[in-house]
């Protein structure tokens, strides 16, 4: 039976019909056609250090738990008891030592999933066999250090999922660790946060912060669509100028700074190192960058944002700075209902920094994605505004069609195109519309 959204657009050409943002039969689709058939990414491997340490997600409102086993493997599982379907934890993460027992009649699974205890099992007669009652698994993989699982067996392979974006991630998430999370949810589509996550043309207006204190910032920039689906952001600050800033922040926060202290985080913004695109970036040396500050002096601060199909989002730390690149945060938007979103945000540092790095990659969350940062409170004024106004009748499309240009944008695309959001949907119709 064919039950395809009947769209009134190619949403590839980036005219987007909000009826996406909306429909509560599209919302069912995407659930089932989206978040079953693809990779999502769990946690860091570094999450589940010991046995038993595990950590609980939920991909199209199924429960699923991750957990490593005495033997070192990572395994996934529906997080349902085969008795009668209680959840076995209920917890974010933890460690369950070797065996998940279920609170309501204590059915106990070993770490491999293996049902190993039945309380007064010689009710159920002579015939019942623990081997049909393990847990259910669920796909389960690595890239480098991230943990991504998948529910249904027809998904690609990891690797041919993350297509052109595998080069490009590898090197940012190779020795990390998580040091802090933090969670909200936002009364709006799901689609609406990780289109932001892609776009840089609102940032100097939506972003009073970014407006006033940190200039020129939107200047200059790029994006890449990274088929299938995935993006690549990237945007160049001009070298800061921390009196001035100092000054901005003053004069925008009545905070003062005259006796020299520095705002917390501003130390993350401070440039160091040669100028040049980082190691292995596409565009070699030279390309795509521009080959950096110019007129001498320290270089321009780059930074981006990887978005990965269909909901995780990556900004490492700004290059060129003390704490390199390996410093930064994960970022994942679990659809709750057509207009409810939970954000989760994981801080990551590289395994060599110190106490002091550390905290700096904390507050520098604080400061700008944690649910109270000057950036987040925005996007998230923004996501909800935009989640009212597609309810009526205001227009039936949005539109994503800025950098006219032929192709999936690159080093002529400027910050402010929308190639990345375009690859997003080219790949969200696919799966919308694939009855198989
Ligand atoms: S539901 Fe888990 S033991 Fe009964
Ligand atoms: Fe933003």
């Known amino acids: 039976m064919k039950s395809s959204p009947d769209l009134r657009t190619d949403l590839a050409t980036g005219v987007v019909d909000r009826e996406i943002y909306t429909s509560e039969k599209i919302f069912a689709l995407e659930q089932e056609r989206i978040f079953t058939r693809t990779w999502h990414y769990a946690c860091t491997t570094r999450d589940l250090k010991k046995p038993g340490d595990y950590f609980t997600v939920s991909i199209a409102e199924q429960p699923v738990l991750v957990i490593r086993g005495n033997d070192g493997e990572i395994r996934a599982f529906h997080n349902a008891c085969t008795h009668r379907g209680a959840i076995l934890t209920g917890e974010r993460c933890g460690n369950q030592g070797q065996t998940l027992k279920c609170m309501y009649h204590a059915w106990a699974f070993n770490l491999k999933g293996d049902l190993t205890g039945v309380p007064h ?10 081997r049909a009652y393990g847990l259910r698994p669920v796909h389960c993989d690595t890239f480098h250090d991230l943990v991504f699982v998948a529910i249904r067996p027809t998904v690609p392979s990891l690797t041919d999922f993350l297509g052109e974006m595998a080069d490009h991630l590898a090197p940012y998430v190779q020795g990390i660790e998580p040091i802090g999370r933090n969670s909200w949810i936002y009364q709006g589509n799901w689609k609406f946060w990780h289109e932001n996550f892609r776009d840089d043309y609102h940032a100097e207006f939506t972003h009073r912060s970014i407006r006033d204190l940190l200039v020129g910032t939107t200047a200059r920039g790029w994006n890449w669509g990274a088929a299938p689906g995935h993006s690549v952001l990237q945007w160049a600050f001009p070298p800061l100028d921390p009196p001035k800033y100092a000054r901005a922040l003053q ?7 005259s006796d020299g202290t520095m705002p917390v985080g501003w130390s993350s913004m401070l440039a160091q190192g040669p100028p040049g695109p980082p190691e292995g970036f596409e565009g070699g040396p030279d390309g795509g960058f521009g080959g950096g500050f110019e007129g001498g002096g320290p270089p321009e601060i780059r930074q ?3 978005a990965l199909f269909p909901n995780l989002d990556i900004q490492p730390g700004p290059k060129d700075t003390p704490r390199g690149m390996k410093a930064g945060f994960l970022q994942t938007v679990t659809p ?3 207009d409810r979103t939970r954000v989760d945000i994981t801080v990551y540092s590289d395994i060599e920094d110190d106490a002091a790095a550390r905290q700096e ?3 520098n969350l604080a400061d700008t994605q944690g649910s109270w940062g000057k950036l987040s409170c925005d996007d998230t004024e923004a996501a909800t505004r935009c989640q009212i106004g597609v309810r009526g009748e205001g227009g039936p499309y949005s539109l994503f069609t800025r950098g006219v240009a032929p192709g999936r944008g690159g080093e002529d695309a400027d910050v402010r195109d929308e190639y990345s959001q375009r690859e997003f949907f080219r790949v969200y119709q696919q799966y919308l519309q694939d009855e198989s």
């Open 251 to 257: 004069r925008f926060s009545g905070v003062d700074f």
């Open 361 to 363: 990659a904390l507050e």
């Open 304 to 306: 981006e944002v990887l």
């Open 121 to 130: 099992e010689e009710g159920y007669g002579p015939g019942f066999d623990r």
């Open 336 to 338: 709750l209902g057509v």
